[in-house]
């Protein structure tokens, strides 16, 4: 890749402002907005999204690309500090703090589940391991049911469950997998989960507009959901909702934790060793290798079997996984995704380490995870070529 340039530029595009900082590698900066904008502006029209942030990193060069309205009704314009839900790429949060809690010996990947919450000692977790609950292998399955609204009643769950397939064997995506990881990494830090990503993680990644509880005095930069009826909704917070998908955040603090992930920001030691933790490589099922909850591929990859992994079988169905004997570190040459979703908002993250470059894309609107992939493939290529 050629030595990047940092252009500024302002444009008014749809019904809001769009403010961008481009990356330029060479083109002339209007080529480089025309690049962009011909592959977002479709999106945007095609799904009726009212407000979009992009954010791309280049060796810890930040380029910001902000289109459209935080709220219909109040046409507020998107900015780097706009707040969305991220829906599952919170999952890759609470695996970088129960990540934390591995390197600062108050839990290990190999113990039991049951070993950390009593509530389930003589139960399935006996034998289930907490590594399987942040690849999706436990055979836990997707949703909470909807008869369950407290710990009582979900730990009842847990204690009753039976897998349908012998642990490790598939994998299952699973809320309640990550969910109970996040559970064990709140009860060996002494504190509610909640309070330990907004006061422990969130500072030391220096997040400092992310939240699960959005406060009063930030609520004026969440934006407004909307369903792919249009209907203005956020999200309700339900059972295992904190550690599975309810963080609301914005592109200037994603886009530094995908820095953090390509070290190309400075942190504390533990933090960072946690963070590298998280892409070790444990399972690989089709084209796709597991790391703790991010997906890695062999990189160049061709668009065609980026969407393969991110298909919705891979989400809704049970898939074969083979274990890694011993487990795979990180390569620099892959790309590395994760994507979220809410009934309001979507969301998609990807980075490649051997390149120092990644996206982070949000929306205020639910649309597909296929066009989100293809959006971020064709962005990262933009940058790249």
């Known amino acids: 890749m050629k030595k990047i340039k940092m252009v500024k530029l302002c444009c008014i595009l749809m019904s809001g402002v769009a403010c961008l900082s481009y990356a330029g590698d060479g083109l002339e900066s209007g080529n480089l907005k025309d690049s962009v904008d011909n592959v977002v ?18 060796n810890g060069n930040h380029s910001f690309y902000n289109y459209g309205v935080a709220s219909k009704n109040t046409q507020q314009p998107i900015t780097n500090h706009t707040l969305f839900e991220i829906g599952s790429l ?9 990540s934390y809690a591995h390197v600062t010996s108050r839990l290990s990947f190999t113990d039991s589940a049951s070993k950390y919450l009593p509530a389930l000692h003589g139960s399935t977790f006996d034998a289930i391991n907490l590594l399987s609950l942040g690849t999706h292998t436990s055979g836990l399955p997707l949703f909470v049911a909807e008869n369950i609204h407290n710990r009582s009643q979900l730990m009842d769950y847990y204690k009753k ?9 598939r994998r299952t995506y699973s809320n309640l997998g990550i969910g109970l990881l996040g559970k064990v990494t709140a009860e060996v830090m002494n504190q509610p989960f909640d309070l330990a990503l907004e006061k ?66 400075k942190l504390e030691k533990t933090w960072q060793q946690a963070i590298n933790n998280t892409h070790i490589g444990y399972f690989k099922s089709g084209n796709m290798m597991q790391g703790l909850i991010w997906e890695h591929y062999d ?3 061709s668009l065609k079997r980026l969407l393969e992994g991110n298909s919705p079988a891979m989400i809704l169905e049970p898939s074969s996984v083979k274990k890694f004997n011993p487990p795979k570190q990180l390569q620099a040459d892959v790309l590395v995704n994760k994507t979220g979703s809410t009934n309001g908002f979507s969301a998609y993250a990807a980075f490649i380490p051997s390149q120092k470059l990644g996206v982070v894309i949000l929306a205020n609107k639910s649309y597909p995870i296929e066009q989100r ?9 933009i940058l790249h070529d």
Request: proline share 7%; net charge positive.
């Open 41 to 58: 502006l479709p999106v945007l029209k095609k799904y009726a999204i009212p407000g979009m942030a992009i954010a791309v990193t280049y």
């Open 90 to 98: 919170s999952k890759t949060l609470t695996a970088t703090l129960a």
């Open 161 to 169: 469950w039976k897998p349908t397939y012998t642990p490790g064997t």
């Open 200 to 265: 422990q993680l969130f500072p030391a990644l220096g997040m400092k507009h992310s939240y699960i509880n959005v406060p009063a005095d930030q609520k004026k930069y969440y934006a407004q959901g909307y369903t792919k009826k249009d209907e203005p909704i956020r999200l309700n917070m339900g059972m295992l909702a904190s550690e599975a998908y309810g963080v609301k955040s914005s592109t200037m603090d994603l886009i530094r934790f995908i820095d953090a992930n390509m070290q190309l920001i």
């Open 299 to 301: 990189y160049p990859i």
């Open 373 to 381: 992939v293809t959006l971020g493939y064709q962005i990262l290529t």
